[in-house]
């Protein structure tokens, strides 16, 4: 069975609050935007079935799986902000720890160190593919986070088998990473998603983080290595969260 929460995006379009004494209202929009790991497409990927398609390697195009074929994105490297715009091929299955699969001319373009591919791919079109649900009352918000299909799920290691993406440097010691899960805008949500994965998951590490008075974020971390990092984003996308993301700090 497939489980999936939808959680709530940072960015939103608008945003509308009632009175002190009602629930607060919001809807909003907003355009898919995600930071994480990326893969740099090579051939041999492709022959170890570690990537379902073919991707022409000098060309601008990505696959990213929770856009449409033919989104223009742009592509920052997080570690020089360096850019550039390109386009989402089409549908292809690839290990779940990264966010997109990249050619290696997207890669020499943005000077990607390729032993730390950290990127943040953001839609550009006038037209969002990507909707995040609505969360219109405080006791919808709250019923994410109480339903949340956790029983019985099983946390184990990744069963796709990512070894062969290998880089022959050393990661420098820079390496601190957090993994957002969601960011609600009650606390008493986060809370009790918090609780949920703590005592029906057994992950310990998870904490919430006030980014201000009406935006609470939960997260896991932080991590100082890829492996650890690596595990920790497996075991909770098993959940099916809508858009988690990997963040420096």
Do not use: W
């Not at 966010?99 to 020499?108: D, G």
């Not at 969002?128 to 029983?151: H, L, Q, R, Y």
């Amino acid at each position: 069975m497939n489980y999936r929460i939808f959680l709530f995006l940072l960015l939103f379009s608008c945003t509308s609050f009632e009175t002190a004494e009602k629930n607060v209202n919001i809807s909003f929009e907003s355009v898919f935007s995600n930071s994480g790991f990326a893969i740099i497409y090579d051939e041999s990927l492709f022959k170890s079935k570690l990537i379902s398609k073919k991707l022409n390697e000098r060309s601008f195009e990505i696959f990213q799986r929770n856009l449409k074929r033919n989104t223009s994105v742009k592509i920052t490297n997080l570690l020089n902000n360096k850019s550039v715009i390109a386009k989402v091929s089409s549908k292809s299955k690839y290990p779940q720890f990264y966010n997109s699969v990249i050619t290696k001319r997207i890669a020499e373009a943005i000077e990607l160190d390729l032993n730390e591919p950290y990127i943040t791919i953001r839609e550009i079109s006038s037209n969002s593919t990507f909707i995040a649900d609505k969360a219109k009352t405080f006791d919808e918000e709250k019923n994410v986070a109480d339903k949340a299909p956790v029983d019985g799920i099983t946390i184990k290691s990744i069963g796709i088998d990512d070894n062969n993406i290998t880089s022959t440097k050393k990661l420098n010691n820079d390496f601190h990473y957090i993994i957002k899960i969601a960011d609600f805008y009650f606390l008493s949500s986060a809370q009790l998603l918090n609780n949920r994965i703590k005592t029906e998951l057994n992950i310990k590490n998870s904490k919430i983080f006030k980014i201000n008075d009406n935006l609470f974020r939960l997260y896991l971390g932080p991590f100082d290595n890829l492996n650890s990092l690596k595990s920790a984003f497996n075991d909770i996308s098993k959940l099916e969260f809508e858009n988690i993301e990997i963040i420096k700090q």
